[in-house]
């Protein structure tokens, strides 16, 4: 059964650091993995999608890597800012026949002013 | 594109009442999926539906629990009888094959 943990849970950091969002999974079987932005009170916002084939994904401030042979994916954000405090999740789409998607459990991260 | 709708936004109900979430996916999208949201168990997948049919209810937690996808434009969440348990926030999904998955804003469901 394939398991998705995301470590930290939170993570508080000052305006401007860089920082590291990690993602591991149990079963390197998988088709692509997601990651997902979660502001309070809202739905889930896609940031990057990575294919099990690519290595890596960069959109704006965001990079996104992926082993799938170690079964870990890292989200790094650039010069963070307080607009990027929300809850992270990163999601594994199994392989095969199936097109599930199992979810981490999610980094809630804040960015202070 | 207007994204996945859900409604209603908030639904407040009492124990043993029936609840009725709706969603309409993205126009396009052949796969449609109902999550769970809970500050326990985070999201866990219900079901999902490929074409109107579903593939897989493994999630689906009680008999309570239903869910119809009548067309492709189309699908609700059913919970009768409700109970206090079942309060969580419940979302809405699509996708066009394998590619990203798109989400509505969710439901929240408050059963007393």
């Known amino acids: 059964k394939q398991e998705v943990t995301q470590i930290p849970a939170a993570l508080s950091v000052p305006e401007g650091e860089n920082l590291v969002l990690n993602c591991s999974f149990t079963?390197?079987?998988?088709?692509?993995l997601q990651w997902f932005r979660q502001d309070p009170g809202k739905g889930l916002t896609s940031l990057l999608l990575?294919?099990?084939?690519?290595r890596e994904q960069t959109s704006g401030r965001l990079n996104a890597s992926l082993d799938k042979s170690s079964g870990r994916s890292t989200l790094y954000i650039a010069a963070s800012q307080p607009g990027d405090s929300a809850t992270y999740l990163c999601a594994v789409r199994l392989g095969g026949a199936t097109n599930k998607l199992i979810f981490g459990t999610g980094t809630l991260l804040a960015v202070q002013p | 594109d207007a994204g996945v709708i859900q409604s209603p936004r908030h639904e407040v109900t009492e124990m043993g009442q029936e609840v009725t979430l709706r969603c309409k996916p993205i126009?396009?999208?052949?796969?449609l999926f109902w999550y769970r949201q809970t500050m326990m168990r985070g999201l866990e997948l219900l079901i999902y539906?490929?074409?109107?049919?579903?593939?897989?209810d493994s999630g689906m937690p009680e008999d309570r629990f239903s869910a119809k996808m009548p067309n492709a434009s189309f699908s609700t969440l059913k919970i009768q009888p409700s109970e206090p348990r079942d309060s969580a926030v419940y979302f809405c999904?699509?996708?066009?094959?394998?590619?990203?998955?798109?989400f509505g804003n969710g439901t929240r469901l408050t059963v007393t």
């Open positions: 126009s396009g999208h052949d796969y």
């Open positions: 079963d390197s079987a998988i088709y692509n």
């Open positions: 539906f490929n074409n109107n049919v579903p593939i897989d």
């Open positions: 999904a699509s996708s066009r094959g394998r590619s990203p998955l798109h």
């Open positions: 990575i294919q099990s084939s690519q």
